[in-house]
């Protein structure tokens, strides 16, 4: 059974940083694709980074350049380094992960960017 569980969320400033963990347990294959994605009060959910198992990475054009996702292979570990952050980037962020034998989900974590 995989299982995904997301830590790190809560209220910063704008400006400030957080960064979010999402451990992973049960994904057996050896290939597969971690993300993270987000959605917002009355927003659709959105995918806003994603790491392969070698490394290659993707972002959205609204995180670029403010957020890095990096992972731990050995730990099943994927991380969501946020800088620089703004009121917009509030929502609850989700761990989101590929594999061939399917797609899963974490819990969630709010992410409050307020003054």
């Known amino acids: 059974q995989v299982q995904l569980v997301e830590s790190g969320g809560g209220l910063v400033q704008p400006g400030g940083s957080l960064r979010l963990s999402c451990a992973a347990s049960?994904?057996?294959?050896?290939?597969?694709?971690m993300g993270w994605s987000r959605q917002a009060p009355g927003k659709q959910r959105e995918l806003i980074a994603t790491?392969?198992?070698?490394?290659?990475?993707n972002y959205a054009d609204s995180i670029k350049g403010r957020f890095t996702i990096s992972r731990d292979n050995a730990k099943n570990t994927v991380y969501l380094q946020m800088n620089n952050l703004k009121p917009e980037d509030t929502a609850v962020y989700y761990c989101?992960?590929?594999?061939?034998?399917?797609?899963?989900w974490g819990q969630g974590t709010q992410v409050t960017v307020s003054s």
């Open positions: 989101k992960a590929t594999t061939f034998s399917g797609v899963y």
């Open positions: 049960g994904i057996t294959d050896t290939w597969y694709v």
């Open positions: 790491i392969s198992s070698g490394g290659s990475t």
